[in-house]
């Protein structure tokens, strides 16, 4: 048992004044008083009702009707309903569902269906599923490429001549009349508006997409032709060159409109009430109307005497070729190609190109496998398109990289851009391995530590990505030879750390990655001491994130404490702040995650060797003293019941560790509660002494609290602070025992002692608060049976057991206290405060009788 002594001992000695009356704590009844607080419980009858049900609201309607000749009369019903606060949201109350249900319920569903006719048809084109939209690219280009220059648009309006011809025209003169419409067009009056800004610019160009589309929902085919024709000689024109990135995205949206129109149109004619074209057709499927109207399309535009018009309107129909013949697309692409030759402006140039491969990219590609020499355009692809495009042909990439002409391109190169897309989309898995070795091959040839570096760094991850920790060991091990001759990885910092965050990205077992045998070695090429701090940081940043139980092996333990003792000898004078919270968070982070379970002696001799390596980060040390505490509690509760003299001496360790570790720390207020803490620890464990030498030394560092402390950066008053810890500090003194060599309350006789030796502030309360808490501590000291205590420690009031000298020296206590609590009050009164009349006041409150009797003594100690 923790117990010390059964009767009262000699009385210590308290400096003050002493009062002339008698004073003594009233005696209180904690369990009658628990009691009267509790909330009074009152039965309930729920019937009906619970809290989770749902509300049923009963909803009146009433309805009055008036008849010509009749009284009004009203009649009413009522109904019930279960009111959801979310159904609203999902009954067609909102507004966009308001403004569906406005629209034509049948062109609703035939929008409907032509979306999904159109999904349909996207989903099946031959650049598969994985091609990147174009919709995605032109958000882009037009959010980019902007002007505040005017811009200027030439219209072509054409005569109204033609316009009136018969219905029973010949079929030939019909379509000499539309050829003429077209010169017509070409050769009219000429209107040019200026000065435009980039918004009207845009503005005018939608209008004539919609003009577009009303003339082709009007039957003016010809109209809409010319439309199309208009807006792709705008694209000649490059005056603005910063704005013709987006000029090209509007005006092929209108191309592409004329183009989903004419292939929607001849599409149409091949489908009558008893057959529906499939999706994949042939030829041979389309009825002689349809080839008809395809050929006559490409007559028209065939007529077209300027040649970027031409181009781009025929580009825009090249779809409409499968309804001709099956090599339709590929036989009119090399000569749309050279027509582009013919084009002098080289931006226009270019742009046109990017048009055609917009319009069909796999027979491009396909005519790119036949040219020579082709390395720059295809890493252009790799470059531009979406990775899943790139990953799903990585082999066929890999073929032609291959058969690339070395001189005009590097190849390492091109299997950095092939890298790049595999990190972002996975390629089939058959593929995986031979695409590795296929890259890796041409990669460790390279002589250049550069060159090496820059395409090995990107395909690190790939193979992070898909493989195990032996090829990833391989991997490192043929970066380390590339990279250690005549000390090159120092040229190469960026890209060894970047490979250091895509192995420790993708191996979150921690024990895998320090298996890995060349690991540690490849963190010996950082050699620059903030690199290598860096890199550690990273590491230790992903060991917190993803290790999610304790452990404790050894390959980890060894490893990480390597690393953090190397984060830790990077603090100097010159540290910043930030860094060491930093550097102190990481380390707490590792030091939480070691646990040994029950060998409680590994636990604290890990301890132990974290506080000589970490000894220069206080909050690593603050938080080693609180795991120690916690270690102590801890056996406490696994070996209940089992006081052997190794589980007391380990205790008494622990205890010793926390009692030498504190004096370090540099706070004061760190200090005061780290003793206060194990002082608490101590009491628990039934380590009286030990409890007693922090108390003490806590109580000893009282007087070096200063009157001002730094608090993130400002200083401020610390006499609030100092309240707060004396507080606490009363509440454990409550259930202290009593040492028998030192007298009855010694600790709290030496705390009165320091406290009225303290210099306070002049006119600061903070002093009387603290006495008025001794007295709240004096009185629970008190009582016959005190409100809380210790399992397995005796408490004053065990041991003295209501003595009357034990009480006769507590009330002596009390006295003393309120004497200077009535002296503060007397200084009030002499700066002219109103502290009687308040306390007059106060005491006729019902709760507040007792203070009478001090509204009575007060007066006479303020005439002195």
Request: aromatic fraction near 8%.
């Amino acid at each position: 048992m923790g117990s010390r002594a059964d009767g009262p001992r000699t009385s210590g000695h308290v400096t003050g004044k002493m009062a002339v009356f008698p004073w003594h704590s009233r005696n209180r009844n904690y369990k009658a008083e628990f009691a009267s607080c509790r909330l009074e419980a009152v039965p309930l009858e729920f019937g009906d009702y619970h809290p989770l049900k749902p509300i049923t609201v009963t909803e009146s309607k009433t309805k009055k009707v008036n008849r010509k000749g009749s009284t009004s009369s009203t009649s009413s019903s009522s109904s019930s309903s279960v009111v959801d606060p979310l159904s609203s949201v999902l009954d067609g109350t909102d507004p966009l569902s308001m403004f569906a249900a406005t629209a034509d319920p049948a062109a609703l569903a035939a929008a409907t269906d032509s979306c999904r006719k159109k999904r349909d048809r996207d989903d099946n084109s031959v650049v598969g599923l994985d091609f990147e939209p174009w919709a995605n690219k032109r958000g882009e280009i037009l959010a980019r490429y902007t002007t505040t220059e005017k811009l200027s648009i030439n219209l072509f309006m054409g005569s109204e001549k033609g316009k009136a011809g018969t219905a029973t025209l010949a079929m030939s003169e019909k379509v000499r009349t539309r050829l003429e419409e077209l010169d017509d067009f070409e050769e009219g009056s000429q209107k040019e508006l200026l000065n435009l800004t980039q918004q009207d610019y845009v503005n005018r160009i939608e209008e004539l997409n919609q003009s577009l589309k009303d003339a082709w929902a009007s039957d003016q085919k010809v109209k809409a032709l010319k439309i199309v024709i208009q807006c792709s000689k705008l694209l000649s024109d490059t005056s603005v060159i910063q704005f013709y990135p987006s000029k090209f995205v509007l005006i092929t949206d209108i191309l592409d409109t004329f183009g989903k129109l004419v292939y929607e149109r001849i599409f149409s004619m091949c489908m009558d009430n008893r057959s529906v074209l499939p999706d994949h057709f042939s030829p041979e499927n389309a009825n002689d109307t349809a080839k008809e109207t395809c050929l006559n399309w490409f007559f028209k535009i065939a007529s077209i005497r300027e040649l970027i018009p031409r181009f781009y309107v025929e580009a825009s129909i090249l779809k409409c070729n499968k309804f001709l013949s099956k090599t339709g697309i590929s036989e009119c692409l090399p000569r749309l190609t050279c027509m582009i030759r013919g084009i002098g402006d080289p931006l226009v140039s270019v742009y046109a190109r990017a048009y055609l491969c917009r319009a069909l990219l796999t027979e491009m590609m396909e005519r790119c496998k036949k040219l020579g020499n082709n390395a720059l355009l295809l890493n252009s692809v790799m470059s531009a398109f979406r990775a899943e495009f790139i990953a799903t042909r990585s082999m066929d990439f890999i073929g032609m990289i291959k058969e690339c002409d070395e001189s005009g391109f590097p190849k390492h190169l091109l299997f950095r851009s092939l890298g790049l897309n595999l990190a972002l989309a996975d390629p089939p898995e058959s593929d995986r391995l031979q695409i590795l070795n296929e890259a890796w091959k041409v990669i460790t040839k390279l002589k250049n530590p550069q060159d090496y570096i820059n395409c090995a760094e990107v395909w690190v991850e790939y193979t992070c990505k898909h493989f195990t920790k032996r090829e990833v060991n391989t991997v490192l091990a043929d970066v380390i030879k590339h990279m250690t001759p005549d000390r090159a990885f120092e040229d190469s910092y960026p890209q060894l750390q970047l490979i250091i965050k895509k192995v420790i990205a993708h191996f979150h077992d921690f024990s895998v990655l320090f298996s890995v045998e060349k690991f540690l070695p490849f963190l010996d090429m950082f050699q620059k001491e903030s690199v290598r701090v860096e890199v550690c940081k990273c590491i230790m940043d992903a060991f917190i994130k993803h290790q999610q139980e304790p452990t404790k092996d050894p390959v980890i333990l060894n490893a990480l404490l390597h690393v953090c003792k190397t984060m830790h000898d990077s603090v100097n004078a010159l540290t910043l702040e930030d860094e060491k919270r930093m550097l102190s968070y990481l380390i707490n982070g590792f030091i939480k995650m070691i646990s040994f379970g029950r060998d409680f002696e590994q636990q604290l001799s890990f301890y132990v060797e974290s506080r000589s390596m970490f000894c220069n980060l206080e909050p690593v040390l603050v938080q080693l003293i609180h795991s120690v505490n916690r270690l102590a509690m801890e056996t406490r509760k696994v070996m209940k019941g089992n006081h052997s003299r190794k589980t007391a001496a380990f205790v008494r360790a622990c205890v010793a560790y926390c009692f030498i570790t504190i004096p370090s720390l540099a706070g004061i207020f760190t200090r005061l509660n780290l003793y206060l803490h194990s002082g608490q620890v101590a009491l628990a464990n039934q380590c009286l002494s030990q409890a007693d030498a922090f108390f003490k030394a806590a109580i000893s560092l009282i007087p070096e609290v200063p009157k001002m402390i730094n608090i993130d950066g400002k200083m401020r008053p610390s006499e609030s602070f100092l309240l707060e810890f004396l507080c606490n500090f009363f509440s454990t003194l409550l259930i202290v025992p009593d040492h028998p060599e030192h007298g009855v309350l010694f600790l709290v006789r030496e705390l009165l002692n320091v406290i009225q030796d303290y210099t306070w502030e002049d006119n600061s309360d903070e002093k009387i608060r603290i006495y008025t808490c001794v007295l709240h501590l004096l009185s629970a000291m008190s009582q016959e049976t005190y409100l809380y205590h210790i399992d397995k420690v005796d408490s004053n009031d065990s041991l003295y057991g209501g003595d009357s000298k034990f009480l006769a020296e507590n009330n002596k206590l009390c006295e003393t206290v309120m004497a200077q609590i009535l002296e503060h009050l007397k200084t009030l009164a002499k700066d002219e405060v109103k502290t009687l009349e308040y306390i007059k006041k106060q005491s006729k409150q019902p709760d507040m009788t007792h203070l009478t009797e001090l509204a009575l003594r007060l007066p006479l100690q303020t005439r002195t």
